[in-house]
């Protein structure tokens, strides 16, 4: 009879001390294994370079750059808890504690949300910053040195092959570390936007699961995310992955916190507990006002409230060229205090605004608005070039905002108001003053991301920049329509106002507007269309304008001329201002 035999196990797999219990992934950089480390009596990462250093001295320069570098303390970064060496293999582990890498995540499971993995860039990005700010960089971010703890939040490792501290004295003693660190910070952003576009897509971009392998290869070949995705991708987080893996160098995030910034903004609109997009900016509207004055429009505000009798029209004609003192009217009435008993309409005429405030209430209301240019002075005196550019921008913003409502006012429809589309007009430039005015620095950011680049080859076209909406969710993580309505919203304007903030897509074509709304958001798209297409440059301006008559003639039974005369007659009235 045989007698059974006790099934053959296999002898562990040794480093060292260390049991390796399973390989969970490799760059050209780096191998980390899921370890067991008998002296702690846990689970460890263990992270291993792919080349043996060639000598002692290389070893011990490795050994004394990853030791430098565990010396970061932040929420984000893995704690190293051993920098080592066996058989001339140099190693580094951190304790898991119940976390897991990406690799294990993603295996164990659907693919994340948009959120989640959103979320969990941002936490990698703090870490990064962090160490950015420090003078390290790391060099080999990817599924294998991310790791999920048990919150939920992703923390970054693999400072065995990165996190080189690049300090004084450091900076001869490697090839790599011979490099700028400023392009060593940008690779690892780039590497931050694969990883990013890994996630979302459940698949590598250009089919190099290895990152810092595809980075180097982004710019001679085109990283787009797919539109097969398996969860839908908002097209706001679209553009900042996008943005994030750019073909052009000169269009991506070139630092960490510009990404974390603009992935923020995202979340924070997804999330109704944050306040949506309007945290953004309450802190500074409460702090700042809304806008400043636009300059030349106090000596005429001062007039109309010294005489002794005037018409409302008079009123409204003087107010409409002062983007400030027109919201902060609206803001005002909009109130509680001045709304009827039992009525949710809410004021949303200028006229109306005027009878209820009267000449002492306007009076009141223009003390609180801040003298131009308000915040932006202080900046021009701190950076004396960007701060006069900055003015000079929102200063031609209210401009551009007076002559859109200038225009709708003046083709608006019998079956709407006039003034309420001046106001629909205006609101849709509303987002654009406010980042003018709070973010200049952001502003200007999108301003450069919306022209066109050059050509990378003799005889190509240039390439298209962003549109503003793209622009705007690349850098800040919310488009500027709903930025507008949030903060319509905070000040109590009328729904009606506030859906008409919305303008019509330039790549979607016109249909009729069924319904006063619908009228309303027309009317003032075209308006500002007008206004961007007349202050192109001249030899692009008519064709600009005819394009804007075709898209809206069927639309709001437009003739020949009637807009080329309606802009002439508005930019009377507005530089009478």
Known sequence: MAI????????PRLFGRFELRQMLGRSLASSTWLAWDPRLQQEVSLCVPR???AHDQEREEWTQDVLASAR????????????????GWPFVTCVRDGGQTLVERLQSGTPPGTQEAAGWLADVLEGLAYAHDAGAVHLDIGLHTVLIDKTGHARLFGAAVGLEALQPGQAARSARARQAVRQQAERDVLMAGLLLHRLLANHPALDDP?????????GREIVRLPWSTPHPVPETLRAIVNR????????????????????QGWIKTQSEESGGPLSLLLDRLNSAGALPGRPGTERALMACLSAESLRVDDFVDVIVKNPALVWEMLRTVNTASYRSPGSDEGVTTLSRAVLLLGQAGIRQVASSVRPWPGVLGAQSSLAPEAGRASVTALEEELRRACLAGAIARLMAP????????SLAAMSQRLGWLLLRYHFPEEAAQMHRLMQPAPPTASGESPTPGMSAEAAAGAVLGVDLGTLASAVLRHWGVHDRIVQAAHPHPLNKPVRTPVGAEATLRTVASLANEIVDAQLLEPPKAPAAMHQAYVRYARALALVPKECEQTW??????????
Do not use: W
């Open 4 to 11: 059974a035999q006790p099934p053959q196990t296999s002898a």
């Open 51 to 53: 080349v043996q250093p």
């Open 72 to 87: 970061l303390k932040h929420p984000r970064l893995c704690e190293i808890m051993e920098v080592g060496s066996h058989d």
């Open 210 to 218: 290895d990152l810092g392998s595809a980075a180097s290869r982004v």
């Open 244 to 263: 994030a893996t750019d073909r052009q160098q000169r269009q991506r995030y070139l630092n960490a916190r510009t990404l974390l910034s603009a992935l």
């Open 414 to 421: 019998f079956s709407i108001s006039d003034e309420e589309a």
């Open 568 to 577: 002439e007659q508005a930019s009377n009235l507005i530089n009478r201002a």
